[in-house]
């Protein structure tokens, strides 16, 4: 079963931490959706990005970054990771931005296919 959410989805107040953490802990595939707006926002170093590190490198979780528009994301604790659409381009810089969201179709159902077949 896919569950997707985001942080606007979680309940505020004392709560949001505890959900975020749960949701995390759950997650096989976090998805990054890496933009300029994403690394200058005040979650991008907060735990929860952390814990979705840990889970990776663990092998709990994979997190793929999904870069968006041009960023230098490289140099982020997420710079080591695989991300989509291939080679990194952005979604913006692609003439197509079709074949962008189905090169990252592709790549996810890839992840998808691992997993499964574990």
Do not use: C
């Not at 300029?36 to 735990?47: I, M, P, T, V």
């Not at 990005?49 to 793929?64: D, N, Q, S, T």
Request: charged share 30%; net charge negative; glycine share 6%.
């Amino acid at each position: 079963m896919i569950v997707g959410w985001h942080d606007g989805e979680v309940s505020p107040g004392r709560e949001w931490d505890s959900e975020i953490k749960e949701r995390i802990d759950r997650a096989h595939i976090i998805l990054l959706l890496v933009s300029q707006d994403f690394l200058a926002s005040d979650h991008y170093y907060e735990k929860e990005m952390k814990r979705a590190l840990e889970r990776h490198e663990a092998g709990e979780a994979h997190v793929i970054p999904i870069i968006l528009r041009p960023t230098h994301w490289e140099i982020t604790p997420f710079g080591k990771l695989q991300a989509l659409p291939t080679k990194a381009k952005p979604v913006t810089r692609w003439s197509n931005r079709d074949e962008a969201f189905l090169d990252i179709v592709k790549g996810i159902q890839r992840v998808v296919d691992k997993l499964t077949s574990l």
